[in-house]
């Protein structure tokens, strides 16, 4: 080490110098305080030993001065006095020394000394170092939590955000949350809403749902069905994510036209359905493991279907809602959550909720994510709602009136496994359809090959729709008559064409079964705007110049407008 020795005594820095030196110590001299605070800042020596009775500044002074000028680096004050009593030992130690040794010194207590003063600057320089260290980490720890929290905002698109029938609110348990909610609308105007939340919390859960977060976007904007985004985004987890890493999901889609609810649950609590009333008219429990578990094989992307009629709301959260603790570790729990929902609409369920949660855990740290989602479903919309004011639009780019066609040609085993529809609107997208035509376009390609599949291929009759049950029964019976399908096509064309500096689109469906009645379901529909069958016949011809159905109904042609 280097030794700094301050003593007014010519011996006993002469003594204490060549004692040290022998031990192979480098050794550094003065005869006062000021000298020794000078030498201080001049050598930065690993030990001082110093008298405490001096000229000018004693050792006491000094000492004090040492530790005001290098606040961040301890080095040992051995002090020596002829004076050792507990008073002044205390008031050695109160000026900033270490430790105490009487005149005349004894070589081997002061050997003994140093030494143990060397292991404390050791283990002193070790706890800096390992300081230093931590203090880098925070830094790089704090810039990467900064450049995560941009990120995962700016995945979480605001902009998708639907303030007026979607409310909801995530408790973080860090300063990251698994838990998510996204909403997004698809071409044909349904709303789909996701809540996912990955196992454990914190940045590492933050992390593991962004896998979910851009194919649930993109799919939905496409217009990809829920069991298609459903089976997409378990297969995305199970490939990205370690064998111990799953996403509890809740993906609902809803269609406000027809007042129909799709719900997928895996791993989550119960969604509910409650009427404005308080009534619970429908829970969806979890029916399926969380995303991530199973392969693809073994993997069920069915969801539950629900038709509602009284206005209500759709609720559903995360488990760290119901195991919310209070400080006697008793949880919230889901009986807690479905008394609070019997409240009148009136009463604002949803800040009840949150109130009430705020209350049981009175600012108790929680260990997971927190989150609730309220889905207003009111009075259903008009099919008029959904056509776009398109007469002073012009189409994107009239590339000298280009034209073009396609046709696609699917047979059974591509009916069941195809999501079809948004194949063909990747075409447009790039065949310069333009985006403010690609909704309606959406709109009438689906109307027309959902048709042709339900009425024409698989004879489904849609005045199965006309009450709750009856939609369920329509779908069971759509899905079963669905894998039995074979022997059977469905042809799709699109044609690009102009007619006296017009763009204009022929969108042609045609099924190989013997037909349908569409003539009696737009007929009971005009009668009636209650119906739930033929509105998306009505639909088409109110968006297009014309739509033609030969007379037995199993081929469609409606011409759509692009431009003035």
Known sequence: MQVLIVDDAPEILSQLSRHLISLGHIVVTATNGVEAVTAYQANCPDLIIMDVDMPEMDGYQAAARIRHLDVERWVPILFLSSNTDDSERAKGLEAGGDD???????VFLLNNKIMALRRITDMQDQVTRYARELQTNLEHNRDERVLARYLLDHIIRQDKEEPDLVRSWVSPAQHFSGDVVMTARTPGNELNVLLADATGHGLSAAISVIPVIESFYSMTEKGFTLTSIVRELNHKIKHLL????????VIISIDYTNQTIRVWNGGAPDVFFVADSGEILRAWPSAHPALGILSDEEFDNTPQYFQWEDVGSIFMCSDGLPEAEDEDKKPFTMAQVKNLLTRPYDKGRFQLIKDT???????????????LVDIRCGEPLRWTSLIKDTQNIQATANNNHSRWRLSLSLGAEEIKQLDALPLIMNWLDQLNIGAHHRGQAFLVLGELFNNALDHGLLRLDSRFKQDPNGFEQYINLREKRLDALADCTVEVELERFHVEAQERLRIRVQDSGPGFDYRNIIAKYEASDKQFSGRGILLVKQLCLSLEYTDKGNEATAVYQLSK
């Open 242 to 249: 370690p064998i111990d890493r799953f996403v509890a999901a």
């Open 100 to 106: 105490y040794l009487g005149k005349p010194v004894n």
């Open 357 to 371: 949660l705020a209350a049981h855990i009175e600012g108790v740290q929680q260990q997971d994510d927190i989150s």
